[in-house]
């Protein structure tokens, strides 16, 4: 899936083999790598070998004869089918992912990874450009970013199938935005839920009506209502073909279809790629104080949900005598006359769904047991599959103390994702006409008498 070659060694690596194990089972804990790259006896003898190999593989930065790069930049081009599909989707750094989190985003994509063909690319990000249409702290920013960065690596993405990395590192990612924000249309945006449900207004509010409340459109920023058009570019910007989304994004990336098909017929060509949808199975887990309330990092009430790194004093703790039951006697599932309960063996189901056909099901099989009972069994099952979770995300933690590895893999996969961002902006920034000042944008012609110099632009003064 990724170029072969050697690389050099990353700043602040050093030849330890304990640094290589560790980090090999941060992903080799939960996936299996019968596509992983196995090194020969040659480069297993190799005490020098650069640690950088070690962790991620092949460099992404070796430069290859042309005839065998990826033409990743151009999907129009025929036979692109055979070159398996392109998925991206991202996550902002909020810290700590919770269970909400990670059932319906992040395990999704493990598996999606692990599922993948050797053709298909994959590039999951930290879209920290995001985080900043709401007011940061920026130490607090920088915290989430590195949080979230090893909660990825911890639940399984591997850096030997797929690029993970932070958005801010492509700059390319603003570029097309603008380029894209010069085509997209203000009525479609005003219609978006995002910016809405960031100002905890209506859903049929607008900017433009002469009856807006003038403090709401004085509040509402640029960059909070442009969101989705950052968001589009995100997608576009890589030639995505597939994007795992929630349903809740299920808008945001019909207005990227829109954005892009838009674009397409403004230049006449197909240079934009309509991403289609990986609609995950919707996984709803709710608070654990309010279940009528979806689990959420903005609730006040820590107790409320529970982190990917919990350990399993907490989660008991959190679901033995803060999760919010009924007095009813028996199991049933029944989300709105049952709201906890069901909560309940939704995220028992969820998080190993070999224990039933369905949370109907579960529920049927442990309809007799007592609330005590209940909570015994989610608490366990929640903590088993937590377990190698938190194991990794600690080991990777305390390593980033001594060394700054989450820092060197960010800047190995953010370095190959902008390579391919870099031939993908030339193309579009070709057929819009910037990038260059040729006539013929592809014609490379040396000039008669060579090329000139800054020094044979210089004009003499006048009457000399």
């Not at 596509?35 to 190999?53: G, N, V, W």
């Not at 997209?184 to 100002?199: E, N, V």
């Not at 996984?283 to 990092?297: H, I, N």
């Not at 994702?417 to 000042?437: D, E, F, P, Q, W």
Request: aromatic share 6%; glycine share 6%; with cysteine.
């Amino acid at each position: 899936m990724l170029a072969r070659g050697t690389t050099r060694p990353l700043r602040g690596l050093t030849s330890t083999r304990k640094c290589i194990n560790a980090c090999r089972t941060y992903a080799s804990s939960t996936s299996e790598h019968e596509s992983a790259p196995q090194p020969s006896a040659e480069q297993s003898a190799a005490k020098s070998r650069p640690i950088k190999q070690e962790l991620f593989g092949p460099s992404w930065r070796t430069k290859q004869p042309r005839k065998q790069k990826q033409p990743y930049n151009k999907p129009d081009e025929e036979g692109d089918a055979e070159k398996g599909r392109v998925i991206f989707s991202g996550i902002q750094p909020t810290g700590i992912p919770h269970l909400g989190n990670y059932l319906g985003a992040l395990r999704e994509w493990v598996r999606i990874q692990n599922t993948a063909s050797e053709q298909d690319k994959l590039l999951f990000s930290v879209v920290d450009m995001h985080a900043i249409t709401v007011k940061q702290d920026s130490a607090d920013l920088r915290r989430y970013r590195r949080e979230m960065m090893a909660s990825l690596l911890a639940v399984g993405l591997d850096p030997l199938k797929s690029l993970v990395f932070t958005q801010g590192k492509v700059h390319q990612h603003a570029e097309l935005m603008w380029i894209l924000s010069c085509t997209a249309s203000m009525g479609y945006l005003s219609r978006m839920t995002q910016w809405k449900s960031k100002m905890g207004l209506g859903t049929d509010a607008s900017p433009f009506e002469s009856t807006a409340d003038p403090k709401s459109r004085e509040a509402l920023k640029l960059g909070l209502f442009s969101y989705p058009v950052l968001q589009a570019a995100d997608i576009l910007l890589y030639g995505t073909t597939h994007v795992p989304v929630g349903e809740d994004q299920a808008q945001h990336l019909e207005f990227t279809r829109q954005l892009a098909l838009g674009f397409n017929a403004a230049y006449g060509r197909t240079i934009l790629t309509p991403p289609e949808t990986i609609l995950a199975p919707a996984k709803r887990v709710m608070s654990l104080t309010d279940p009528t309330k979806k689990m959420s990092k903005s609730d006040e009430n820590p107790n409320s949900r529970i982190l990917i790194t919990d350990s399993k004093s907490d989660i008991e703790m959190k679901i033995m005598k803060k999760a919010l039951t009924d007095s009813i006697e028996g199991v049933t599932y029944d989300r709105q006359a049952r709201p906890g309960v069901s909560n309940l063996i939704d995220i028992m189901y969820y998080m190993d769904e070999s224990v039933a056909a369905s949370p109907e099901e579960l529920a049927k099989d442990m309809a007799n047991v007592s609330m005590r009972a209940l909570k015994e069994k989610v608490a366990e099952t929640v903590n088993r599959t937590l377990e190698p979770i938190r194991t990794r995300y600690n080991l990777i933690m305390k390593d980033e103390q001594r060394r700054p590895f989450l820092q060197d893999h960010n800047e190995v996969a953010a370095s190959a994702a902008k390579s391919i961002a870099k031939k993908r902006l030339r193309n579009i920034n070709s057929v819009i006409g910037m990038g260059t000042l040729q006539s013929e944008p592809n014609r490379k012609v040396k000039p008669k008498g060579g090329y000139i110099t800054m020094k044979k632009l210089t004009l003499e003064p006048s009457g000399v």
